[in-house]
């Protein structure tokens, strides 16, 4: 079955195609740009963005490129109950934002980085940190969607991995220099439409062609019990649990989540992200499932790359129509979210490395829209040098959202505790991550005592991430009782053979550490914290009127 030829869209077309979308997506950037400029703007749009912009934003935003192929890419390793892991627990780490989120609006409403109200809250070296980690994942980010982009174009048309790269990424620059924010947000709403319009014709027409329901009783000898199970222990230890606490991490962290957070009318931030929930679980899932159908029709991915499994199906059994239709939703897709990177670049650079560099008053609105524009054309150049190396998409989305597990509880506190404090919050960061990258890497031998002494440490974590899931939504004392519960419930299984996962032992560890560290420094300071001071040290960096998006 791998030997069946694959069609391809053929140069013109696929040029055709792209210009047609960069082009419609360039024009609505152009009618954006010729209002009067404003630095606010181009990094929130002025905090009033409406319900279906926003959650429209917020979906194309979760929903990218690389998340669908590694769903397939999660489908093919582990099974049916691969893409329900992967969709389903990112679809609920977008709900759980949103109690976070209303509280963060609530005390810091015109904010336009989470580092922002970091160095509000404590100082500089919080902000740096969360800023620097949000480099670090849009960067990786923006890298995933070039690396999306360029294998599938290889993949459909006459063009190299490298042009393909090339002209995805000039494309999504060029409508996302001159707006900013305002110009992702907008282009989203014409994204989304097409990307789910075009799953909904996609996914049945790939799971016919391959031959329907009966693949899965002539293909099941392609299937290890494992991989038959819904309730696989295998793909939940390895790509369920894992998952929980890198997207809870992304959820909480990740500076593209919260631009929209800041952007949204405050009224607004519960139907935003329980519309996008929905959007997201059910796209992602079902693209999902093609690399089932792949499994069980035993078909191996081109070159032995994951990535290419998703353009492979389609090129293999989608006709011309069907397949320029599969074309623009990837790329609807990956340029959704790779907008989305470059306006969380440009914002930090902005707001955070610029705007605090001199104090409000000093900083100068058209020199933080040139730092804002320079950072996206220096981001883009960078990712398509990494792009080169082809990663795996489903490894890098889940080593920055476990590093990033050792910044939830010390951001999270910092919102709600006053006695958390900038040493508390460094330290506890900085600890956590001393011991996650050992962890992670096989660097400390788990043999005997040690390996029990860190399965502790990771159970721990457990009722550190059921907690923080809890707490949003019904306040501390039930988050503490279903933290003890979880910890209770997990240690007879959990202790002994959990330090054999890595990826899941090493982000569990990560979330107990910085909540240890960050508890024990905070309860020995006396002098709480006014959060009020936050609205009043964060705010517009320009007078001129901000125009929100409608």
């Known amino acids: 079955m791998n030997d069946v030829q694959l069609n391809q869209l053929g140069g013109p077309l696929t040029l055709l195609l792209l210009a047609l979308f960069f082009g419609s997506t360039l024009l609505v950037s152009l009618s954006i740009s010729r209002r009067r400029e404003n630095a606010d703007g181009y990094m929130t749009a002025g905090n009033a963005v409406g319900l279906g912009v926003s959650a429209a934003s917020m ?47 609530a005390i810091a409403p015109r904010a ?20 620097g980690s949000n480099i670090l994942g849009s960067m990786i980010s ?37 707006s900013g924010f305002r110009a992702s947000v907008l282009t989203d709403f014409i994204q989304v439409c097409a990307m789910l319009g075009a799953v909904v014709i996609i996914i049945p027409a790939v799971f016919f062609a391959v031959g329907g ?36 991490a992304y959820a909480i962290g990740n500076q593209t989540i919260a631009q929209r957070l800041f952007a949204v009318r405050e009224d607004l931030i519960k139907k935003t992200f329980v519309t996008a929930t929905i959007g997201y679980g059910a796209t992602v899932i079902g693209v999902g499932m093609l690399g089932v159908v792949a499994l069980y029709a035993g078909i191996t991915p081109m070159d032995g790359d994951p990535n290419n499994l998703i353009p492979q199906l389609a090129a293999t059994y989608l006709g011309p129509v069907l397949l320029g239709v599969f074309f623009i939703m990837i790329i609807g897709a990956l340029a959704s979210t790779a907008d989305s990177d470059l306006s969380a670049l440009s914002s930090i650079m902005m707001a955070d490395v610029y705007g605090h560099a001199a104090t409000d008053k000093r900083a100068n609105p058209r020199t933080m829209l040139l730092v804002g524009r320079v950072t996206m054309v220096l981001a883009t150049a960078a990712a398509l040098y990494f792009a080169g190396s082809r990663m795996n998409i489903l490894d890098l989305l889940v080593l920055v959202g476990a590093i990033w597990g050792a910044l939830v509880f010390p951001v999270i506190a910092s919102f709600y505790w006053e006695r958390v404090t900038n040493k ?9 991550l001393a011991l996650f990258f050992p962890v992670r890497f096989g ?72 909540t240890f560290v960050c508890t024990l420094m905070s309860f020995r300071n006396k002098i709480p914290f006014d959060f009020s001071l936050i609205a009043k040290r964060t705010g517009d960096f320009d007078t001129a009127q901000t125009h929100p998006a409608e």
């Open 59 to 105: 979906t194309a935003t979760w929903i990218w490129a690389a998340s669908m192929y590694a769903s397939a890419t999660s489908g093919y390793t582990y099974g049916v109950s691969g893409p329900i892991h992967y969709g389903l627990w990112g679809a609920l780490m977008i709900l759980f934002i949103y109690p976070y989120g209303k509280r963060i609006r």
């Open 112 to 131: 336009h980085t989470l580092a922002e109200v970091m160095f509000a809250r404590h100082g500089r070296s919080s902000q740096l940190m969360l800023a």
């Open 142 to 178: 923006l890298t995933s969607n070039f690396i999306a982009g360029g294998a599938l174009i290889a993949m459909l048309s006459p063009f190299s991995f490298s042009q393909g790269i090339a002209v995805i990424a000039g494309g999504v620059l060029l409508y996302t220099l001159w």
């Open 213 to 248: 329901a009966s693949i899965f009783e002539t293909g099941a000898s392609h299937v290890t019990p494992q991989q038959g199970s819904f309730f696989s222990s295998e793909a939940f230890l390895n790509q369920g649990a894992p998952y929980i606490a890198a997207v809870l």
């Open 424 to 432: 508390a919050f460094t330290l506890s960061v900085l600890s956590a």
């Open 443 to 514: 660097w400390i031998p788990m043999d005997g005592a040690v390996g029990y002494v860190f399965d502790i440490v990771a159970v721990i974590g457990i009722g550190v991430v059921a907690g923080l899931m809890t707490f949003g939504f019904f306040g501390l004392r039930p988050a503490r009782i279903v933290g003890l519960l979880a910890i209770l419930a997990a240690a007879p299984f959990a202790i002994g053979f959990l330090h054999d996962y890595a990826v899941l032992s090493s982000s569990l560890i990560a979330y107990a550490v910085s």
